[in-house]
């Protein structure tokens, strides 16, 4: 098995991997517009070095209740062409691990079932690797939790 890039972040209390190639950069969100009528998980746009991103609340895409502090980092990734603001609670660095499927009986809850797409192991346990593509089409309303 061959070692990729990752980026380790936090998202409502827990260590996630991000894929090094679904990674544009590593950016403060300044101000966010809220856009009228978008879904739960479509923060709003922010203006980001002459271009306009979407910024998602990964909070409201993987059906969680809404963070109580305003997360300000962000990933930035590209998606057919459109970029995108992924919020992050926060971020630690950027390391090569081996990159695996996830174990049979891993129970995940909510939308971390639909986003999670493997695991690293990092200091001995298990790190769940997510997909930010499926971040950015939020939760499905069964998936949400009140």
């Known amino acids: 098995m061959t070692e990729q890039l990752f980026l380790i972040a936090h998202i409502a209390?827990?260590?996630?991997?991000?894929?090094?190639?679904?990674?544009d950069s590593v950016v403060d969100i300044?101000?966010?517009?809220?856009?009228?009528?978008?879904?739960?998980?479509?923060?709003?746009?922010?203006?980001?070095?002459?271009?306009?991103?979407?910024?998602?609340?990964?909070?409201a895409a993987l059906g969680l209740v809404p963070a109580t502090e305003t997360a300000t980092r962000a990933v930035i990734t590209v998606i057919d062409g459109h970029h995108y603001a992924v919020l992050v609670d926060s971020l630690e660095d950027v390391a090569p691990f081996v990159a695996t499927p996830l174990a049979s009986g891993v129970r995940l809850d909510a939308g971390w079932r639909t986003a999670g797409c493997g695991e690293i192991e990092r200091?001995?346990?298990?790190?769940?690797?997510?997909?930010l593509a499926a971040l950015t089409r939020g939760a499905a309303p069964s998936l949400i939790e009140h």
């Open 13 to 23: 209390g827990r260590g996630v991997a991000i894929d090094s190639t679904q990674v």
């Open 30 to 59: 300044g101000t966010v517009t809220p856009v009228p009528c978008a879904p739960p998980h479509i923060r709003g746009l922010a203006a980001l070095r002459s271009r306009v991103v979407t910024v998602i609340d990964t909070h």
């Open 123 to 131: 200091d001995g346990r298990p790190v769940l690797a997510i997909d």
